[in-house]
């Protein structure tokens, strides 16, 4: 099975991308320290245990003495007790650290996505980048919670149990770490398939949430179409494959804890047989100095040792992928936070405190994708207070025209000035305050309806939201509704008409009270109430200040001062309605063939 890209290995620790974790640590350090002594000193405790009883039966029960086997015993009670404790602070300590530094990085990478620009949007898709937010830190928090950051403690822990070992008799040892080896191999074999395993268990529960996504969202349509029986047996085909995935993982999984137990009992057995035969050699005799002594003590202390050295050198494996999950998405992670496409914003961005509106385009060029240039040497000006209308058939660039002087994207030629001043040389948030936009997507979040008004200017108050959407007759509507302004939208509104959402995407803008209005008309169709209250709407906004409006109902814009028509990415003609109708050009055309759509329809 291949592993797709995102999957690949690299090396488990890579000081770089150590390095840049760190500062989302360095704040909660004194979490991990606290942790990390805690882990080194329930280390000291846990490998104090079995040469405590070792001590117990050499020394005493063997010795038949029993003076101080009361205190062997309570001192083994309390060193257990100590560890446990010990552990205990150590994973709080270290999930504490962790998980606030996650929380950090979390944070980073949120406000970072702020940052981008639009045109990162446009070329990344939305799912990488909420995996970014989502699954790859998700893989962090595993390196917290499966304990990678005791990797050090159980090394620690392995090379301080061979020293003891070797200590106690080397021979022994010897003999027994011929398992080692073979435990390493079958570990290190069934690691590979468990990691394969897991692999393909994502991208399977990858593949079923997005199917699930999509049907969920389609519903209506499913239902429509009578779709019902064919997306179940689909979704039934990508679940069967999830569950055998996920039995593959555990199949794998079960095998290697199988493996591991017996390889364990089977070291037991291998010192009981070896060393028990050394023992018994040596009971009765008394060794002569030098010579070496197996006692029942050692022995005890073998098994109880080797016992310990299993379970870390077992889970060494799982730590190291774990390791390397991690160090695959912090990479990941790491080159999205260093995604530079952001707005270049002068050293002294100019903060107007007002503008009259005086808006030039000068031989604008752009594109969005270099080679398919999508405006071509654009040339308009407006004058401060006037209203104009852009017209022109579906991907003619109108809205494009708008995101350029909202800056969402930079020109490719030529300049656009507001008020004299190249748009390059304001603060974007300035002028995104100045010059206020109402999208041809509208876009309302969870909350209620007045939380969606007051959107651009949180500071208003309620009487001031509720004036500015009653200036579009948004109260008729809204009276409808039984909670009024405080009804609840739905996430992008979608308990919401499409009018409705557009008049509230109008009284959002309106709140706001930008000196320069730019309105690019929803292409929806609405009932022709709500297109009466719409078109009311738009001239309510665009009066008394510099406006342009994008319309599709050119009946909505029938008075504006000045209308520029586009075609292929230029302007064809501009003038006032009587004079396009009466030059009986494309505008003409427009107009009749929506006339002509209007009787039909
Ligand atoms: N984000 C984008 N990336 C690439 N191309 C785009 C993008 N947005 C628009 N375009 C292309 O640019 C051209 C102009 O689009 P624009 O949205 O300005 O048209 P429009 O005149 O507003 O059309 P409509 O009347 O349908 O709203 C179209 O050919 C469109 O395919
Ligand atoms: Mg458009």
């Not at 690299?10 to 974790?21: E, K, N, T, Y």
């Not at 001590?55 to 005493?60: E, K, T």
């Not at 409808?480 to 008409?497: Q, T």
């Amino acid at each position: 099975m291949s592993e797709s890209a995102d999957e690949r290995k690299g090396p488990a620790v890579d000081p770089r991308i150590l390095r840049r974790l760190w500062p989302f640590l360095r704040p909660h350090q004194r979490w991990v320290w606290l942790g990390f002594s805690c882990l080194m000193l329930g280390l000291g405790c846990r490998l104090a245990g079995p040469f405590l009883v070792k001590i117990a039966i050499d020394d005493h029960l063997a010795a038949g003495e029993p003076d101080g086997y009361g205190w062997i015993v309570g001192a083994f009670l309390a060193l257990a007790v100590i560890e446990a404790l010990l552990r205990r602070v150590q994973q709080v300590a270290v999930d504490t650290g962790g998980q606030s530094a996650l929380l950090d990085l979390r944070l980073a990478i949120f406000r970072h996505l702020q940052r981008l620009s639009t045109r990162y949007f446009d070329r990344t898709p939305t799912g990488k980048l909420i995996g970014r937010v989502t699954t790859d830190v998700e893989a962090l928090n595993e390196m917290f919670s499966t304990g990678v950051v005791t990797i050090l403690g159980d090394l620690v822990f392995l090379v301080a149990t061979l020293a003891i070992l070797f200590g106690l008799d080397w021979q022994l040892t010897l003999v027994t770490l011929t398992v080692v080896p073979v435990l390493l191999a079958i570990t290190m074999f069934i690691r590979i398939r468990v990691r394969s395993a897991y692999v393909t268990m994502r991208s399977k529960l990858s593949e079923m949430n997005a199917y699930l996504h999509e049907q969920v969202n389609g519903m209506p349509v499913v239902q429509m179409f009578n779709r019902q029986q064919a997306t179940r047996d689909g979704y039934g085909e990508i679940n069967a494959g999830v569950r055998g995935a996920q039995l593959g993982t555990v199949y794998w999984e079960t095998l290697l804890s199988t493996f591991v137990e017996l390889l364990s009992s089977f070291t037991v057995a291998l010192i009981l047989w070896y060393g028990g035969g050394e023992v018994a050699a040596s009971m009765g005799a008394t060794p002569s100095p030098g010579e070496r002594a197996l006692t029942l003590g050692v022995l005890f202390a073998f098994v109880d040792y080797m016992q310990k050295f299993f379970q870390p050198l077992n889970e060494l494996s799982l730590k190291y992928t774990v390791l390397q999950n991690a160090m695959t998405a912090s990479r990941r992670i790491f080159s999205l936070l260093d995604e530079d496409d952001v707005l270049p914003v002068p050293a002294t961005p100019h903060r107007p405190d007002e503008v009259r509106g005086q808006i030039s385009f000068e031989q604008v060029g752009f594109a969005y994708k270099e080679g398919t240039p999508v405006l071509h040497e654009i040339d308009f000006q407006v004058a401060p207070g006037e209203r104009v209308a852009l017209v022109g058939a579906t991907g003619a660039g109108k809205s494009t025209v708008l995101k350029l002087l909202t800056r969402l994207y930079d020109v490719s030629a030529g300049r656009i000035t507001l008020d004299g001043v190249d748009l390059h040389d304001f603060d974007p948030k300035a002028l995104r305050q100045r010059v206020g936009m109402v999208p041809q997507d509208v876009f309302l979040f969870e909350g209620t309806i007045l939380d969606n008004i007051r959107l651009g200017k949180p500071e208003v108050s309620d009487a001031d939201a509720i004036a500015a959407a009653t200036r579009l007759h948004l109260d008729r509507l809204v009276e409808r509704f039984p909670g009024g302004w405080n009804e609840p939208v739905r996430e992008r509104g979608r308990n919401l008409s499409a009018g409705e959402k557009q008049l509230i995407s109008f009284a959002r803008v309106l709140a706001a009270a930008p000196e320069v209005l730019v309105l690019d008309e929803a292409t929806s169709n609405v009932d022709s109430h709500t297109e009466h209250l719409l078109q009311e709407a738009v001239h309510e906004v665009m009066q008394g200040r510099t406006s342009i409006a994008i319309a599709h109902r050119l009946s909505t814009v029938r008075d504006v001062d000045r209308i520029l028509v586009f075609q292929k990415g230029r302007i064809v003609e501009q003038g006032s309605h009587e004079q396009l109708m009466a030059a009986a050009g494309v505008y003409a055309d427009l107009v009749k063939l929506q006339e002509g759509l209007v009787d039909t329809g």
